[in-house]
């Protein structure tokens, strides 16, 4: 297809969403539900995602309740500060976000934002991120032995959840154990470690969520050539969020209800294959507060070690 | 059969959503028995593939040798010699019907026809790559016309074509490198999809070594060298090759594809 028929085809399915949209009452208030993969090329351009959240639109209108009266409008955002705008909006009233965006930009807004489910994908309930390198000869063959070396990573948590969650290494310091490069595309970096040319340079290791790991484990021709040497601790997969005044306990609930039967409806049950998941399921609160409770406890060190630091540096200065 | 253009226009169902479904592509091959009523087999190949041959290439023509070809595969028994030709001679019929032959023909329906002849055509002789290469471009039309299949698609499209590649690099100017080299240049980001513009500009540059005028190959070479930074004069160059190729390509549909495809090349680079 030329660009110019693929043009038309995006704008094709851009005008097809817009009776959908139009269908609905205007002045009915809108409840914004917004999607944050802060750094994930794929989530960058939401003309793309179109049939994905055509039918979560579709789905969560019909489904969810406290929409029925409302007008439901379904974002996309891979860049942090417009998810930002978006979660801030008066008309948001759901967000799907990942625990560490959850962490450092959600949590402290009670009761407002309530964790009400989580989203398993390929079966898995728990994100576990997995350090992965070649298996030539001389490649790094532990964590340890990644120590100063350069990691690359697409998407994924911010270098804080990371350093404080991700890896829980209490003995390596303020910073990540290693050089953190982030990549908007994994795949040219798997074949740079697997196949490098002459003379150039690639990562020593890749760092991947589950996702991204199952991808790699599904290319016979590749994933031979790679293998894992070292596996986190099972963290908190994205979380949904309800936003808005705070309805209360029973709305809550009534929503939660709802998401996790989104399967039973036709485009529900789609926009879930879409996103390789299952379905909906009730978060586990008590994981999400231990990591939470390591997250701050982390933050704590790290600003006393650069409180210290910088008494140090005041002290060496006025000696 | 040779000289058709089999190419990786559902490869642009990539570029157009981000959304694949994980949804199975058939795995269904045909049933090996004989027909309910007696067919000539031979016979049926043979004005088939006169129809297919006729030029100018139309709807009605492929339409016409679609029907002679696939009866004659389906009359064929497994272990007969002319079995493969006739599954993969009626399949790539019904992939020219799903991507040239409009309204009336279905993309998705031809799309899958042509996915279970080529299924049993694999089946049948594993190590010829007639039947990998045809069955990655079917794969690819059904996903076009599918995106909840379109996961399982662009995995069958990569493995395909790279078995197809092992087999017989050359086969249809480097067909199986430009489909694998669409496939990465036109593909997302993992883990949505297999997108690679290091893996493309591989295996594209391969396809132009091997058929250095074939016009799929240096279109697409050419916007994969855009994209990698290349300055204009190379590609302009190989934009400029590509259109003197064109003469070659006897399929007004096909030449009128690869055209298409090099106007908006030549667009995108100003």
Redesign the interface.
């Known amino acids: ?6 043009a038309l ?2 704008f094709s ?1 851009g005008l097809l969403a817009a009776p959908v949209l139009r269908a609905q009452p205007a002045d009915q208030p809108e409840a914004l539900v917004v999607l944050v993969k802060p750094g994930d ?3 960058a ?1 939401e003309t ?6 055509r039918r979560l639109r579709e789905a969560l209108q019909r489904r969810v309740p406290a929409f029925s009266d409302r007008r439901v409008t379904v974002r996309l955002t891979a860049d942090p500060e417009v998810a930002a705008r978006l979660v801030a909006a008066p008309a948001a009233r759901l967000a799907i976000v990942p625990p560490d965006w959850y962490l450092a930009r959600l949590r402290g807004d009670q009761p407002r934002a309530r964790v009400v489910a989580t989203v398993p994908r390929l079966g898995e309930s728990v994100e576990r991120y997995a350090l992965v390198v070649s298996r030539a000869e001389g490649a790094p063959a532990s964590l340890d032995a990644l120590r100063g070396r350069e990691v690359v990573m ?1 998407g994924g948590p911010d270098d804080a959840y990371l350093r404080r969650v991700v890896f829980q290494d209490d003995s390596a310091g303020p910073g990540l154990p290693f050089a953190l490069r982030r990549t ?5 970096e ?3 470690v697997v196949e490098p040319a002459d003379g150039e340079s690639h990562a020593d290791a890749l760092l991947v969520d589950t ?2 790991l ?3 484990q ?4 590749t994933w031979p050539q790679l293998r894992v040497v070292w596996t986190s601790p099972a963290l908190p997969r994205e979380l949904v969020v309800v936003l808005g005044p705070d309805q209360g306990d029973a709305s809550c609930e009534a929503l939660r209800n709802a998401l996790l039967a989104l399967g039973d409806d036709e485009a529900g049950r ?1 926009a879930l ?2 996103m ?1 998941s299952e379905g909906f399921a009730a978060p586990d609160l008590a994981a999400l507060a231990r990591v939470a409770a390591r997250y701050d406890e982390r933050a704590e060190r790290e600003r006393d070690a650069a409180r210290r630091g910088g008494e140090r540096r005041d002290g060496g200065r006025d000696g | 059969m040779s000289g058709a253009l089999a190419t990786v226009r559902g490869l642009a169902l990539f570029a157009l959503t981000l959304a694949l479904g994980c949804r199975a592509l058939t795995r269904e091959t045909l049933p090996d028995g004989a027909p309910a009523v007696p067919v000539d087999a031979e016979q049926k190949t043979a004005t088939g593939l006169a129809h297919w041959r006729a030029r100018p290439r139309t709807v009605a023509e492929v339409a016409a040798a679609w029907a002679e070809l696939d009866a004659a595969a389906r009359a064929t028994p497994a272990g007969d010699p002319h079995r493969y030709e006739r599954l993969t001679a009626a399949a790539r019929c019904a992939i020219w019907l799903a991507r040239h032959g409009g309204a009336a023909y279905d993309a998705r329906t031809f799309g899958e026809a042509a996915l279970v002849l080529t299924n049993t055509a694999v089946e049948d002789a594993p190590d010829r790559a007639e039947a990998y290469y045809l069955r990655a471009v079917a794969a690819g039309v059904v996903a076009q016309a599918d995106e909840m299949q379109g996961m399982d698609a662009m995995q069958r499209i990569r493995d395909d074509a790279r078995r197809a590649a092992e087999l017989d690099p050359a086969f249809e100017g480097g067909g199986p490198h430009r489909v694998l080299g669409g496939l990465y240049l036109e593909s997302p980001a993992p883990p949505v999809g297999v997108g690679s513009l290091r893996r493309a500009l591989q295996h594209l540059r391969t396809g132009v070594e091997l058929a250095p005028e074939h016009p799929g190959n240096l279109v697409f070479l050419a916007r994969a060298e855009r994209r990698n930074g290349a300055d204009s004069a190379r590609v302009g160059a190989l934009l400029d090759r590509a259109e003197r190729a064109l003469a070659t390509v006897d399929d007004d549909a096909e030449r009128a594809y690869w055209a298409a495809e090099l106007a908006a090349e030549r667009a995108a680079g100003r």
């Open positions: 297809m030329s660009t110019t028929r693929r085809a995006v399915l090329p794929n989530a351009d793309r995602a179109e049939p994905f959240l697409q908007t595309n994994l795949a040219d798997v074949f740079a996702e991204m199952r991808f790699l599904d290319d016979e021709l789609e294959e879409l390789r």
